[in-house]
């Protein structure tokens, strides 16, 4: 029997019009994917520049670019990035440093997670910025009970994201993984952690994104440095260009978040969209 | 060649009054009851039945997978509990991990059993030339037919070289066409590698294509399986008088014309 082989890579001289064409289509791209958005700016400027816009609300945007580049000049934009930086990341890299083990623990054992998963849902239901108080009564006003809250937020999609991923294993892959004599440690290693890596990045980018939410609100309460500091404390002294900078910046933060995740996911998740 | 020389011949199966029956909703069902049965090493028995008569659970005890209730399963004359180094399972899917390529999938279960990766990878590459896969190493399992990712399921299993392959309708879930260029693989298969093969089927053909012998198990547990031989020379041709002759006398035992 003969199987069908892969097509061979076809080589073509290169041609300079073929590379304008090319250039062209990859224009064509960029202008359907950022044009909308380049449109809504040069409105933005227009507008607020015209007068069309209360200007003292919304400063046209080479204002707001100034603002940003003093800030950071100074660095003092800078040491709010860090600062946010710090409570964010520290936050949410303990809740995965527990999160994901716990899960990947509890999933595979059905009276565990039995048992624990009440309390989960329950705990995942309360509000973390509504217990922001009860952390604060207990770790006072400072670093702790910042990033504590965090931490809390973020562990929960984590948490219930690796469990749903080890629940929804195939069954029939660790049978067959078993009739060729796994142990336990070997089908977990090498059946039932991969099998739940997408899932995990299901909850890791939830996660992310709460991370930065709870961030900015627990900076607005009580907080002398960070972005969400920032974007208050700019508000309160009328700087409005800073506030719109410390802004664009939580923004980016969010966006670059995202965007490492996604790399990242790709990179071990080839097998998943290998087309 | 001594047919009877015991060291060329292993993976003999015997099975000595074995029981199995599950618990239902509540009531009990006896699915087999009492078998016996010898399979000679390096011979090939398929399994026939209407729907739900226990193939697969006879099948599943074989590999170790069920616990029977009474009676034992022996492998080369020793009673054998659970899964064991000497079987290897075919399942109706293939059961391939999605995140390895073909290589490393048919490496899988060396790998699982300890050999080095790079040794696994090497015998590996054997199998997936001999089902016809060469070229295909770095292909994932998305990119495959059903077909092919059935053929990376067989290599897999032969990689380890079992003494005793145990298949239940491997090809069951495949187009018809694929179905009998399968067929004429698996038959060759058998024949390179000397393995003992208990093959689940509904197809009564495949059954007699490929078997030597055929056990019918009825649906009624007290109704004692029957043992067909198939004495047709091989490799087989499905339009040779007898083939068609014997096909039609095993339909007829089913009820069927
Ligand atoms: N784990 C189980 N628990 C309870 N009953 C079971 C279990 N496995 C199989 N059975 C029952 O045992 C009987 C035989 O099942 P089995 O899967 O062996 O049938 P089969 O001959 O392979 O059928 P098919 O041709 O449809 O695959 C069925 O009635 C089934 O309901
Ligand atoms: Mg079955």
Redesign the pocket.
Request: net charge negative; proline share 4%; with cysteine.
């Given at each position: 029997m003969t199987l069908q082989s892969l097509d061979p890579v076809v080589f073509r001289p290169i041609s300079w019009a073929a590379l304008l064409q090319a250039g062209r289509t990859t224009a064509r791209a960029a202008l359907s994917r950022y044009g909308l958005l380049a449109a809504f700016l040069v409105f933005w400027e227009g507008a607020s520049s015209l007068g069309w816009l209360n200007a003292t609300v919304f400063p046209p945007l080479h204002l707001i670019v100034a603002a940003l580049w003093d800030g950071l000049a100074s660095g003092a934009l800078v040491d709010d990035i860090a600062i946010s930086l710090q409570r964010a990341g520290l936050a949410y890299a303990a809740a995965i440093v527990l999160g994901i083990p716990l899960g990947l623990f509890m999933g595979q054992i059905r009276a565990v997670e039995q048992a624990l998963d009440p309390i989960l849902q329950f705990f995942r239901q309360t509000s973390a910025l509504a217990l922001y108080p009860v952390f604060i009564l207990l770790m006072g006003l400072g670093e702790a009970s910042k990033v504590f809250v965090i931490f809390w937020a973020t562990l929960f999609p984590i948490l219930l994201a690796t469990i749903g991923g080890v629940k929804e294993v195939d069954r029939k892959l660790v049978e067959m993984a078993r009739t060729y004599g796994a142990t336990r440690a070997t089908v977990f290693l090498r059946v039932i952690l991969p099998a739940s890596v997408p899932q995990i990045f299901v909850g890791l980018r939830l996660s992310a994104t709460t991370a930065l939410l709870l961030l900015i609100a627990a900076e607005m309460i009580g907080a002398n440095k960070g972005l969400g500091f920032q974007v208050m404390n700019a508000q309160y002294n009328f700087q409005i260009p800073l506030m719109f900078a410390a802004i664009f910046l939580l923004a980016l933060l969010g966006l670059g978040a995202n965007y490492a995740l996604v790399t990242l996911q790709r990179r071990l998740c080839r097998w998943a969209d290998a087309a | 060649m001594s047919v009877a020389d015991p060291i060329l011949r292993r993976g003999e199966v015997t099975i000595r009054d074995l029981s199995k029956s599950?618990?239902?909703n509540g009531r009990r069902?006896n699915?087999l009851r009492g078998i016996d049965l010898a399979v000679g090493g390096g011979s090939s028995l398929a399994i026939v039945?209407?729907?739900?008569?226990?193939?697969?659970?006879?099948?599943?005890v074989l590999a170790g997978l069920?616990e029977p209730d009474a009676g034992e399963v022996l492998v080369d004359g020793s009673p054998v509990h659970g899964i064991g180094h000497q079987r290897a399972v075919i399942f109706q899917e293939p059961r391939l991990l999605p995140w390895l390529t073909v290589l490393d999938n048919v490496a899988f279960g060396l790998e699982v059993r300890g050999t080095p990766r790079r040794d696994a990878r090497e015998k590996a590459l054997r199998y997936i030339r001999l089902v016809g896969l060469a070229g295909f190493e770095t292909a994932f399992p998305r990119q495959l037919s059903g077909g092919m990712a059935q053929r990376v399921g067989i290599a897999r299993a032969l990689t380890v070289q079992p003494e005793i392959l145990l298949l239940?309708?491997p090809l069951g879930a495949l187009d018809a066409m694929t179905k009998l260029t399968m067929q004429e693989e698996l038959a060759r298969i058998w024949q390179e590698e000397s393995v003992t093969m208990v093959l689940?089927t509904?197809d009564l053909e495949e059954a007699i294509f490929l078997a030597d012998r055929v056990l019918v198990?009825s649906k009624d547990s007290a109704i004692p399986p029957r043992l067909i031989d198939i004495d047709l020379p091989r490799p087989r041709d499905r339009s040779a008088p007898a083939f068609v002759e014997l096909r039609k006398t095993l339909m007829a035992g089913f009820g069927l014309h």
């Open positions: - | 599950f618990t239902l069902l699915v039945g209407p729907s739900g008569c226990g193939k697969t659970t006879l099948l599943r069920e239940d309708e689940v509904h198990l």
